[in-house]
């Protein structure tokens, strides 16, 4: 997720037993290209199962990325086509692909035959109401050697308006079933009851979590749990979700510096203190905090006066 599962909050989400994790979406352009700010995104050094996201449109691009991308330890590649943002629509990548099916399936096979590692889409369910095409864009993929596909019940006009519906996602798992590609369903799984819910009422076979994840890493032990055998494991105490914010922040300044781990824990700390009491007031205070140390000492103050 962009501006989320940055390396300090993957390796978080790997430490709770998050069977995979997915970097940002990354231009590949940016990777052929050599930008070091891209190139900085796919460092997996030291970390586990980590899924590398690329967006694009030329076929030979894409490749050499995805080839970068594994020599990195990249363990699957996966190909967006569910970005609605207008800067990337506007140049036919993200979900305006979803328009191209044909083009979709050259590029699931260049990269397919670029790597050796498991090749995946992520999609969303159309481009508009009149076009939910996804069933269509998940065959092609198939066909090009994609080994599962992840639909987001949303169109992308939709964006993250309104609920996302499950439908197309089981039309999406009945159309593969012969296939031997795995369906990932996502959009509102949010809870473990969700999670069963979302494999029960498509049929698919695995389940994305995505915003309900943020700074909320427990979700995947929660949902391994009760996926497992109806086990309940409680949500974090308000103690646990503080440690875990400032292990989250000691790893942001130590893989990326003190300045930019605190520009981003701004927006961090306020989701791992979310429906907290006094949440305001501490995301208020940390959005004017220069300095790691004296984030650190306004987390410690905000644990103190919840107790
Ligand atoms: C801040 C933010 C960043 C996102 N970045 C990406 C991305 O880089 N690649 C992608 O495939 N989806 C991205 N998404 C979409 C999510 O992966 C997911 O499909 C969507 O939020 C619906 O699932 P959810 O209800 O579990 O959040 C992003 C969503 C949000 C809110």
């Keep these: 997720m962009a501006g989320v599962s940055d390396k300090p909050f993957r390796l978080i989400l790997a430490e709770f037993g998050c069977p995979l994790v997915y970097t940002e979406m990354v231009s590949a ?16 050094a030291g970390e586990g199962n980590v899924a590398v996201q690329l967006f694009g449109r030329e076929p030979e691009i ?7 991308a594994v020599e ?15 800067k990337v629509v506007k140049n036919g990548e993200g979900a305006a692909l979803m328009q191209e099916p044909s083009l979709v399936g050259e590029l699931v096979a260049a990269v397919a035959a670029a790597v050796a590692v498991p090749v995946t889409v992520k999609m969303r369910s159309g481009w508009d109401g009149a076009s939910r095409n996804a ?5 092609v993929a198939a066909r090009a050697r994609a080994k599962a596909v992840t639909v987001h019940g ?6 993250y308006a309104g609920r996302a519906e499950w439908d197309t996602i089981r039309q999406v798992a009945v159309a593969l079933s012969s296939q031997g590609v795995s369906v990932i369903g996502n959009g ?8 069963s819910r979302m494999l029960a009422e498509t049929g698919c076979q695995g389940v994305m979590v995505g915003r309900a994840a943020m700074s909320n890493p427990w979700i995947f032990p929660r949902i ?4 497992r055998d109806g086990t309940w494991l409680d949500p974090p105490s308000p103690s646990e979700r503080l440690a875990v914010a400032r292990r989250h922040l000691d790893q942001a300044v130590h893989w990326e510096g003190e300045e930019r781990a605190v520009r981003q824990m701004r927006k961090v700390i306020g989701w791992y203190v979310k429906g907290l009491p006094g949440a305001a007031a501490l995301r208020q205070e940390v959005s004017q905090i220069r300095e790691a140390e004296a984030m650190r000492q306004a987390l410690h103050r905000y644990a103190t006066r919840l107790h």
Excluded at 34 to 43: C, F, P, Q, V, Y
Excluded at 62 to 68: D, V
């Design 154 to 159: 949303r169109t992308a006009v939709q964006r």
């Design 135 to 139: 069933v269509q864009v998940a065959l």
């Design 224 to 227: 391994s749990a009760y996926l």
């Design 29 to 44: 352009k940016g990777l052929v290209y050599g930008s070091r700010a891209t190139l900085k995104m796919i460092d997996l």
């Design 188 to 195: 509102d799984v949010a809870s473990p009851e969700d999670a």
């Design 62 to 68: 894409l490749a050499r990325a995805a080839k970068t």
């Design 72 to 86: 990195r330890g990249a363990v699957l590649i996966d190909l967006n086509l569910g970005c609605p943002m207008p």
